[in-house]
């Protein structure tokens, strides 16, 4: 059986990668095969201040939106608490919008380091994410609002356009247990992070599942997902040695290639995708880390979707 037919498939978009930003026209082709193969949806990621070339995921789904028509365009995550929520809504009511109705938005509470670059406090940064989320769903759903929150305050606040989609789809990242039960509570997805091992992954899908199920939520109508930073290669060796290099210089950190990437000749790469098909887990963000046009024919054929 072709893992296509247990799992469905996102692909990152080449947009964070250690010595250069990929050229627009490389993105581009990219989404176009990437729909034309069948992947479900794209994704990016929000690293606003980097070290390494990261373009703004909103901005630049909004162009890829131009030149795809049905595959859904993703972010995750947005690191929430950082911005006003309106802000955010607004630019996600608006991808929503020109790519008629394929929008998901992702959201976390980032790392600490994230707060003292913008200037925002991190006490209370939970209850600035709920409030943020709260808000959010309101601009995107009423035509005038008033929100009399702890952090942000609106009143007679409207906002067009609204987003096609009702609700707009938002997924949650974290995975600390208080994080797992706020995506049950208040989520429509969740994305596991890509620096997560298996072992570690498996236990968070357990949590969330068992978080669902108390939520009285369907589970299996509950996209759980897991970012997979990979390379593909006929040399197992190579494989393994552009992802040591990405993470080396992405992550300052070589060995999370071991310990959470998925590596290998064609074979391999299939297997180790399997691993990660636990109960529960019914779709998976492939990223590769390089050679993009070539990853991504090679992991469609991994797949089973070419």
């Not at 074979?267 to 880390?289: K, S, T, W, Y």
Request: with cysteine; charged share 20%.
């Amino acid at each position: 059986m072709a893992l296509k037919d247990s799992l469905t498939f996102g692909m990152a978009l080449p947009q964070r990668y250690p010595d250069a930003a990929a050229e627009p026209a490389v993105v581009r082709q990219v989404a176009q095969r990437a729909e034309a193969l069948g992947f479900r949806d794209l994704w990016l990621t929000e690293n606003t201040l980097d070290h390494v070339p990261c373009p703004d995921p909103l901005m630049l789904l909004s162009h890829v939106a131009a030149v795809t028509s049905r595959i859904r365009l993703g972010v995750a995550v947005v690191v929430l608490p950082v911005h006003h929520p309106a802000h955010v809504a607004h630019q996600a009511a608006t991808l929503d919008y020109l790519s008629g109705g394929r929008a998901v938005l992702g959201v976390g509470l980032g790392r600490d380091a994230h707060y003292g670059e913008f200037g925002v406090p991190v006490a209370r940064r939970v209850r600035r994410f709920t409030e943020g989320l709260e808000l959010m769903r309101a601009l995107w759903t009423q035509e005038q609002v008033d929100y009399h929150g702890d952090i942000y305050q609106l009143h007679q606040a409207g906002m067009l356009p609204k987003p096609v989609q009702q609700p707009l789809p938002v997924w949650f990242g974290g995975a600390h247990p208080d994080a797992i039960k706020r995506t049950a509570e208040l989520a429509d997805g969740w994305m596991g992070s890509g620096n997560s091992g298996r072992q570690a992954f498996v236990g968070h899908v357990q949590l969330l599942t068992e978080a669902l199920a108390a939520a009285g939520r369907a589970i299996a109508a509950f996209p759980i997902s897991k970012r997979v930073f990979m390379s593909v290669h006929a040399q197992e060796a190579q494989a393994h040695t552009e992802l040591r290099h990405y993470m080396d210089v992405v992550y300052r950190n070589g060995d999370l290639a071991d310990r959470s990437g998925v590596w290998g000749t064609p074979q391999q790469v299939r297997e180790r995708l399997a691993e990660l098909a636990v109960p529960g887990v019914n779709h998976l963000l492939l990223h590769p880390i390089c050679r993009p046009q070539e990853q991504l024919e090679a992991l469609a054929e991994v797949v089973g979707l070419a």
